[in-house]
């Protein structure tokens, strides 16, 4: 529909829960007030999931921009909408996903969602920072995921004002180095961190405030050499999972301190070739994955192994090249 000046009038539409506008480069608003003789608050009523695609002109979901226009509106997807402005308050949205470009007036108006449980940032190749106040006032947030945002250096400082966030998720960052202090300090909640194809990343000593943190995963990071001293101090650690890490020497001897450990995987980091004496504190430890490690898998290898002994508590042992 790329000829198409104006939607029709949904407000015809009282049942309607799920509406998918796409591909329209000449639409400016989801509803307009001049055009339409039926009343908004009819035609969005029951509305529950909204995706807006591609849709280069759009600038507001209404030309009268109100407030009340989705009471029950949940789910929210916006892809490729460059201009779109600030979103109207909505209720009862707790999962929100951007991909693609998107102004900062749309960042901003994030905060006043309280109600918002997941967001998704996926795809703005020019996006360097985060707006400042973007995450405040949500004290429903649980879950954050960051994916393709190659130019971003930051996460939003204001993130450990979420109180209740548990997750999040990073993958092809490519210019992200480093969590800062102010962005991890305070996220007492935070029991999963993901962090995935960010070549500049390194672990700083900004981990030390994740005393909560239960599942840890770090893969193709490239400029990792060895594991931060801070890490010793996630005492709540229950998972770890090193993956594609080509320039990580080794594991240091205090990993035998974080004494929750129950699962260890060691996935293609060639450099790795032993593994520390202290390993043998490690007796909550139950599951242990080595793959695509040639030296320390045969050092691995039961009974015959240099450091079978100090594995030989774990109760799962796989070791293999997949």
């Not at 402005?85 to 998107?102: D, F, I, T, Y």
């Not at 749309?106 to 918002?116: Q, W």
């Amino acid at each position: 529909c790329q000829s198409c000046l104006h939607l029709p009038d949904l407000g015809k539409l009282p049942s309607l829960t799920n509406l998918i506008v796409s591909n329209m480069s000449h639409v400016k608003y989801l509803y307009e007030e001049d055009s339409c003789n039926g009343g908004v608050a009819g035609g969005f009523t029951k509305l529950e999931k909204l995706v807006l695609e591609q849709l280069p002109n759009l600038v507001r979901l209404s030309s009268e921009d109100r407030d009340n226009m989705f009471p029950c509106l949940s789910k929210f997807e916006i892809t490729e909408c460059p201009i779109l402005l600030e979103l109207p308050c909505l209720p009862s949205l707790s999962e929100l996903r951007v991909r693609g470009k998107c102004s900062q007036h749309l960042l901003i108006s994030i905060h006043k969602h309280h109600t918002l449980e997941q967001l998704w940032f996926d795809f703005h190749t020019e996006l360097s920072f985060f707006p400042t106040g973007m995450l405040r006032d949500l004290p429903s947030l649980k879950n954050l995921y960051i994916h393709g945002l190659s130019k971003l250096e930051q996460l939003p400082t204001d993130i450990n004002n979420t109180n209740v966030i548990q997750e999040i998720h990073i993958s092809g960052c490519k210019n992200l180095k480093s969590l800062a202090d102010e962005v991890l300090h305070g996220l007492h909640s935070l029991k999963t961190l993901s962090i995935k194809r960010c070549q500049k990343f390194n672990l700083s000593e900004s981990f030390q405030y994740l005393t909560c943190l239960e599942n840890l995963t770090v893969q193709d990071c490239p400029e990792i050499e060895g594991l931060h001293e801070a890490l010793q101090h996630m005492c709540a650690l229950q998972s770890l999972s090193l993956a594609n890490l080509p320039n990580l020497a080794s594991l240091p001897d205090w990993l035998g301190n974080l004494a929750l450990l129950q699962e260890l995987e060691i996935y293609n980091c060639p450099k790795v070739t032993c593994l520390p004496m202290s390993i043998q504190r490690l007796t909550n430890l139950k599951t242990l994955e080595i793959y695509h490690c040639s030296e320390l898998g045969k050092r691995c290898k039961e009974n015959t192994g240099e450091d079978w002994h100090k594995i030989a508590h774990v109760q799962d042992i796989a070791i293999g090249s997949l």
